[in-house]
């Protein structure tokens, strides 16, 4: 086994400036030396966390994936208590993707004093969506994601930024999380954070399904009714590219359609900023660019998907 795995920070830092002075992987593969790439995880990981890892490997000389399952993100203590913990399998999966190191926390080493007074404010973003449904949600989730930045990021060894203002420490999210990552950028941007967030496209498997860790609760038939969620999106980008109408009620019917399939939202909205699109939605020919987001509860599964348009 060529990975790595580290429980504190003190071990992190000093791995991956150790690994960066080294070149690992820098020079001889022709990635540029002294550059780091972050995967922050919650584990129960798939090949959805496995292409976030390819794609970070590609480009930098070392890699990080952080592994921990954030109680800040939970408001349900049995949702925190029910979400997959496969540690084994995880490292299996990094380990044979060629990642550096595994930086596995503890909520102690994370939060010593406890759960944070202080913490990062997704604002009104964090409060549609996803956020509508889990209030705090991704006030959690940026607290931890700004944690792990910091203590990501090793105190010596990475290279300066490059002539194209590219920075040398990069952090990976998959684009599936759309408003995860919109409001990850977002805090990077308006709190000067010197780190490069990379965005990689969503898996998903032969069926259409977006890969996700919560997929293994669904029920074969409860699958099979899911299926309905990338059918959607589907139809609208066919519509898009054909500069068709989208009709968005049409399509929320064909939701509506599949058994077992409650409809949370299905909305096309502007692929930065996430502001609901009025133009070119139900009626008139659509042009310009998009991206549709869609969250629906498929039995007692919570499954979120986005596509875009144009």
Same mark, same amino acid.
């Not at 203590?77 to 084994?88: H, K, M, N, S």
């Not at 969506?129 to 989730?141: I, K, M, Q, T, V």
């Not at 944690?147 to 930024?161: F, Q």
């Not at 409860?222 to 590219?241: C, N, T």
């Given at each position: 086994?060529?990975?790595?795995?580290?429980?504190?920070?003190?071990?992190?830092?000093?791995?991956?400036?150790?690994?960066?002075?080294?070149?690992?992987?820098?020079?001889?593969?022709?990635?540029?030396?002294?550059?780091?790439?972050?995967?922050?995880?919650?584990?129960?990981?798939?090949?959805?966390?496995?292409?976030?890892?390819?794609?970070?490997?590609?480009?930098?000389?070392?890699?990080?994936?952080?592994?921990?399952?954030?109680?800040?993100?939970?408001?349900?203590?049995?949702?925190?208590?029910?979400?997959?913990?496969?540690?084994?399998?995880?490292?299996?999966?990094?380990?044979?993707?060629?990642?550096?190191?595994?930086?596995?926390?503890?909520?102690?080493?994370?939060?010593?004093?406890?759960?944070?007074?202080?913490?990062?404010?997704?604002?009104?973003?964090?409060?549609?969506?996803?956020?509508? @449904?889990? #209030? &705090?949600?991704?006030?959690?989730? /940026?607290? %931890? +994601?700004?944690?792990?930045?910091?203590?990501? =990021?090793?105190?010596?060894?990475?290279?300066?930024?490059?002539?194209?203002?590219?920075?040398?420490?990069?952090?990976?999210?998959?684009?599936?999380?759309?408003?995860?990552?919109?409001?990850?950028?977002?805090?990077?941007?308006?709190?000067?954070?010197?780190?490069?967030?990379?965005?990689?496209?969503?898996?998903?498997?032969?069926?259409?399904?977006?890969?996700?860790?919560?997929?293994?609760?669904?029920?074969?038939?409860?699958?099979?009714?899911?299926?309905?969620?990338?059918?959607?999106?589907?139809?609208?980008?066919?519509?898009?590219?054909?500069?068709?109408?989208?009709?968005?009620?049409?399509?929320?019917?064909?939701?509506? @359609?599949? #058994? &077992?399939?409650?409809?949370?939202? /299905?909305? %096309? +909205?502007?692929?930065?900023?996430?502001?609901? =699109?009025?133009?070119?939605?139900?009626?008139?020919?659509?042009?310009?660019?998009?991206?549709?987001?869609?969250?629906?509860?498929?039995?007692?599964?919570?499954?979120?998907?986005?596509?875009?348009?144009?």
């Amino acid at each position: 086994m060529s990975i790595t795995v580290v429980s504190t920070i003190a071990e992190l830092k000093a791995l991956s400036a150790d690994l960066l002075a080294r070149d690992v992987r820098g020079e001889a593969s022709g990635r540029t030396p002294g550059t780091l790439g972050l995967v922050p995880t919650m584990g129960a990981l798939h090949r959805g966390h496995a292409e976030l890892a390819k794609t970070a490997l590609g480009e930098n000389a070392v890699v990080v994936v952080s592994v921990f399952v954030n109680p800040l993100q939970f408001g349900d203590a049995t949702d925190l208590a029910r979400y997959p913990r496969t540690t084994e399998a995880d490292l299996a999966l990094l380990d044979e993707a060629g990642v550096d190191i595994m930086f596995a926390p503890s909520a102690q080493e994370m939060y010593p004093g406890g759960e944070p007074g202080v913490r990062v404010t997704a604002g009104e973003l964090g409060e549609l969506y996803e956020g509508a @449904s889990r #209030p &705090g949600h991704f006030d959690g989730a /940026l607290t %931890v +994601v700004a944690k792990l930045l910091h203590v990501g =990021r090793p105190d010596t060894g990475l290279a300066p930024a490059g002539q194209d203002g590219r920075h040398a420490y990069r952090a990976y999210f998959g684009q599936k999380d759309a408003q995860q990552l919109a409001l990850v950028r977002r805090m990077v941007a308006d709190l000067n954070f010197p780190v490069d967030i990379v965005a990689v496209p969503t898996v998903r498997d032969e069926d259409g399904l977006a890969l996700s860790s919560r997929n293994r609760f669904l029920s074969g038939e409860e699958r099979d009714s899911a299926l309905v969620l990338s059918r959607a999106l589907r139809l609208l980008k066919r519509r898009a590219l054909a500069h068709e109408p989208l009709d968005i009620a049409s399509v929320e019917a064909l939701v509506h @359609s599949a #058994p &077992g399939v409650d409809l949370d939202y /299905l909305e %096309v +909205v502007h692929p930065q900023t996430l502001a609901v =699109r009025a133009e070119n939605c139900q009626d008139t020919p659509f042009t310009g660019q998009a991206l549709a987001l869609i969250a629906a509860k498929v039995g007692p599964v919570r499954l979120i998907d986005n596509q875009p348009l144009g």
